[in-house]
């Protein structure tokens, strides 16, 4: 009942072998339920694979709470399956220690026979997946069966079942991402008295942590904020959202901002990924173009005014990274025929081929040649000349840009 001989010839070509695994995980549907995956990969896998390998029989068990449970058989086992294993017994055991086990001598210590799992047969294991979802396939092998084929196959279905599955656990991590930050972006900015805003933000991957946001508070009084958290993907979403809605719940007409902004580091600062930080800039604008601010280490939004160019740069730090942070209030005001523009790093940071940054002169540059056109124009000119500054390659970085105009 043991393994033939090792210098045995191989039945079948490494890379035929290989093709039909690659035609297996071709077929798999990663986006299912795990369990229902590997249920569907291993009968299509023994199945295909069954004359190849010589195996009798393929059993699925999947991690319970105490144990291992027999979910589904597929083939002729040769006898009596035991359906609970104890992962204190020895093939357990060393199926986590090496992931891959052949046992050739059935009646050997520690097989699956001894420990009164499986029939007097040879078997071998695969551990596939993470605690707490793992699961073992385990296959009940028929005479004539290679080692080297075997060990080929099972190692390379290991490996390969693995990373689809991890694949597929980092693409729903972005689809969640994705779909916090689309829930968080408004679609277009409000309308507010005499004013023309226009809003945009472009992400360099599928996921950025730009945002921005307004808080419509009455007729005489909106609230708008953009902001920049560190990082990308799940985390830099979930911190946005984070800050979004502190801004939401904790920003009211006549409450002091410096104030709030305090609370809301505090509460962002406690949170699991206080390691990282969001700079955030957030004004009210009032019905006569009056604007009170508060810069939480954000690149200071840039006030077009006909004498010159004002950064709005009062504040503080960005929020997060101290448990007590202080922040004061700025006052400006958007005349008649002045524009507002605020913007994220993804502008300013944009190189060249030669490698120079458009800068904060290119962006007052570009906003001066178009500062009498709509709001919406003017968004759009930033956005295409940034995309040419950088020879039309993909964005390194976030880019968010808000225009408030006053005609």
């Excluded at 043991?2 to 986006?31: I, M, N, W």
């Excluded at 800039?281 to 006909?306: A, S």
Aim: aromatic share 8%.
């Amino acid at each position: 009942m043991s393994a033939p001989e090792t210098q045995s010839p191989p039945r079948v070509e490494a890379k035929l072998l290989y093709r039909r695994l690659d035609a297996l995980f071709g077929k798999l549907d990663a986006s299912r339920p795990q369990r229902q995956v590997l249920e569907s990969f291993l009968e299509e896998a023994f199945r295909t694979l069954r004359e190849d390998l010589r195996l009798r029989a393929a059993l699925l068990f999947a991690e319970r709470r105490d144990g291992f449970s027999l979910v589904k058989t597929f083939g002729d086992p040769g006898g009596a399956v035991r359906e609970e294993l104890d992962p204190a017994q020895p093939p357990l055991q060393l199926l986590f220690r090496h992931r891959v086990y052949i046992f050739a001598d059935p009646r050997a210590e520690g097989s699956p026979y001894r420990s009164g799992i499986l029939p007097a047969l040879p078997a071998a294991a695969v551990l596939v997946g993470r605690r707490p979802r793992r699961h073992a396939f385990l296959f009940v092998l028929a005479d004539g069966w290679q080692r080297e084929e075997l060990d080929f196959t099972l190692n390379t279905v290991r490996a390969a079942l693995g990373s689809r599955l991890a694949d597929e656990r980092v693409r729903g991590s972005f689809r969640d991402a994705a779909e916090i930050q689309q829930s968080l972006l408004l679609e277009e900015a409000p309308d507010f008295k005499d004013f023309d805003i226009a809003c945009r933000s472009q992400q360099a991957e599928e996921v950025g942590g730009d945002f921005y946001d307004f808080l419509l508070f009455d007729d005489d009084t909106l609230g708008f904020a953009i902001g920049d958290a560190s990082g990308h993907g799940l985390q830099a979403a979930l911190q946005v959202r984070d800050v979004v809605t502190g801004l939401r719940m904790g920003m009211e007409k006549n409450l002091k901002i410096a104030y709030a902004f305090e609370k809301l580091n505090r509460v962002i600062h406690r949170s699991n990924l206080s390691s990282r930080f969001v700079s955030v800039f957030y004004g009210e604008l009032e019905q006569d173009g009056t604007i009170v601010y508060v810069n939480g280490g954000h690149q200071p939004p840039l006030l077009f005014r006909k004498e010159g160019v004002t950064a709005l740069a009062v504040g503080g730090t960005v929020i997060g990274p101290l448990p007590e942070a202080r922040f004061r209030r700025g006052i400006a005001r958007l005349e008649r025929g002045e524009t507002l523009v605020l913007c994220t790093d993804g502008i300013l940071e944009r190189r060249n081929p030669a490698g120079d940054f458009l800068g904060e002169d290119g962006l007052i540059r570009l906003v001066r040649a178009n500062e009498t056109r709509p709001a919406e124009k003017i968004l759009e000119q930033i956005f295409e000349a940034t995309q040419e500054w950088g020879d039309g390659r993909p964005w390194d970085d976030d880019a968010t840009v808000v225009i408030v105009k006053r005609p």
